[in-house]
């Protein structure tokens, strides 16, 4: 689940903070930065998660008052898949990442406001569509 705390833009480049909350409370931190219609860059660290293969997904709404029920499907906005990327927890519970993908965050299509979900797993909402 997801709380979107900033958004910035500085001429052509828009960067957007969010805070990923589990049922324990905070989990981790993933910022996201876009330089005009570009590549995004999504970087993050997370703790307290259970180690493997996590998929980290957009979803339509950004509702997370009941766990991720309430986020709707994963967004898709035109050229984009809706699933960020697959994101592997250390044994330890943590993962440290960073990700290129095509994730507006700006205009009609912008994902920001909307739920960004950390599940369990990847392969139950589609990486491979």
């Known amino acids: 689940m997801a709380d979107w705390v900033k958004q910035l833009s500085r ?14 409370g905070r989990i981790g ?10 590549t ?4 993050g660290n997370i703790s307290g998660v259970t180690p493997g293969d996590h998929a980290l997904v957009i979803h339509t709404y ?3 008052n009941n766990v991720w029920i309430t986020t709707g499907a ?13 994101i592997t927890v250390d044994v330890d519970g943590t993962a ?12 009609p299509d912008s994902v920001i406001g ?16």
């Open 11 to 24: 001429g052509t480049t828009v960067n957007a903070t969010v805070v990923l909350t589990g049922v324990v």
């Open 74 to 86: 994963p967004f898709k906005p035109a050229g984009t898949k809706g699933v960020i990327d697959n």
């Open 62 to 64: 950004g509702n997370v």
């Open 96 to 107: 440290t990442f960073k990700i290129y993908e095509k994730i507006p965050l700006a205009g």
């Open 40 to 43: 995004t860059t999504v970087e």
């Open 29 to 38: 931190t993933i910022s996201f930065t876009q330089e005009g219609n570009g």
């Open 114 to 129: 909307r739920g960004l979900v950390l599940h369990s797993n990847p392969s139950v909402i589609g990486l491979d569509e």
